[in-house]
């Protein structure tokens, strides 16, 4: 069974940065893609970015040039710098694993809270 322990979140303001980390137990995460998704309250669940084992990045464009997603495989643990944090950015941050090469999710995290507030 993969469990992730996800770490990092919570209250900045505008303009200020955070640090997200996700540990993942198991097998799979030297194998699977691993990403970060946000929720907001009444909103769906989006994508923010995905790496893979080699180190290929994708971000969602609300994000880009301020968000970067890495990886330690020797550590089974993916991690979200997040920079210039807008008010828009605040949801719940999920970590999350797939099998390369499909397009859904077969792993979350619990969730990590992030709010940009002054």
């Known amino acids: 069974q993969v469990q992730f322990v996800e770490s990092g979140g919570g209250l900045v303001q505008p303009g200020g940065s955070l640090r997200l980390s996700c540990a993942a137990s198991g097998s799979i995460f030297s194998s699977y893609v691993m990403g970060w998704y946000r929720q907001a309250p009444g909103k769906r669940r989006e994508l923010v970015a995905t790496i893979t084992r080699g180190g290929s990045t994708v971000y969602a464009d609300s994000v880009k040039g301020r968000f970067t997603i890495s990886r330690d495989n020797a550590k089974n643990t993916v991690y979200l710098q997040m920079n210039s944090l807008e008010p828009e950015d605040t949801a719940a941050y999920y970590c999350?694993?797939?099998?390369?090469?499909?397009?859904?999710?077969?792993?979350w995290g619990q969730g990590t809270q992030v709010t940009v507030s002054s």
């Open positions: 999350s694993a797939a099998r390369p090469g499909w397009g859904g999710v077969d792993y």
